[in-house]
């Protein structure tokens, strides 16, 4: 069965340190792979995706950068943390099945 | 560009209340029609889906038409239980990238 991982799930970090996610898909090959964002009380924005390896696509000029070394496999970085990069951030990917887009359950980022 | 407008909440309903989620789209094709479900704490969940106009999705006592004379996908649910209690998204998908583009998401509250 086709699943995906997202971790951690909760983050506490500073002001001006880096980030690192990580998104993790099993059971499929070359799947379209998505980076979301949900601030407090808004909906979800589109930062990146990704159609195949190395490739990447930002929707939005921001402080953060994707990356996807492996077929399955999706990174979300920053090198210096900013205070509006808190939020709930969500790794997806497109089935090609009737369920259509999978998410990842999620990581909340706090910068303090 | 493509875009969701969504009914405002928060919504408050005591049980067995009918449930009415307005949502209107803008799109330049023929888009793929969604709405996500979003307990607390926990990722999103594809609700239901139509993929086409006057298709109907249906799950877990949840409907929504893909009407495109009016451009909507309104949500309802004859009787919600507390159960319910969640942040409703609507979403569409550009045919073109299968980019997701969501609405703010709908925040429902049901009292036993």
């Known amino acids: 069965s086709q699943t995906i991982h997202q971790w951690p799930a909760t983050l506490v970090q500073p002001v001006g340190s880096p980030l690192s996610l990580e998104c993790t898909v099993e059971?499929?090959?070359?799947?379209?792979l998505y980076w979301y964002r949900q601030a407090a009380g808004r909906g979800l924005q589109l930062l990146f995706y990704?159609?195949?390896?190395?490739?990447i696509s930002s929707e939005v000029p921001q402080n953060l950068s994707a990356s996807r070394p492996q077929d399955r496999q999706f990174i979300l970085s920053s090198k210096k943390l900013l205070l509006s990069d808190s939020g709930f951030y969500l790794c997806a990917w497109l089935g090609w099945t009737a369920r259509g887009y999978t998410f990842g359950s999620g990581t909340r980022l706090t910068v303090v | 560009g493509d875009s969701v407008t969504q009914m405002e909440g928060p919504v408050t309903l005591s049980e067995e209340a009918f449930l009415t989620i307005n949502c209107t789209y803008t799109?330049?094709?023929?888009?793929?029609l969604f709405w996500y479900v979003q307990y607390p704490g926990e990722g999103l969940q594809l609700l239901l889906k139509a993929t086409k106009a006057d298709d109907k999705g249906s799950n877990k006592g949840f409907e929504a038409t893909y009407r495109k004379e009016t451009t909507s996908f309104h949500l309802e649910k004859g009787s919600v239980q507390v159960s319910d209690s969640a942040v409703y998204f609507c979403?569409?998908?550009?045919?073109?990238?299968?980019?997701?583009?969501f609405g703010a998401g709908t925040t429902v509250t049901v009292r036993a």
């Open positions: 979403a569409l998908s550009d045919p073109a990238d299968y980019k997701l583009s």
């Open positions: 990704s159609v195949g390896i190395g490739q």
């Open positions: 059971g499929t090959s070359n799947p379209n």
């Open positions: 799109a330049t094709g023929y888009p793929s």
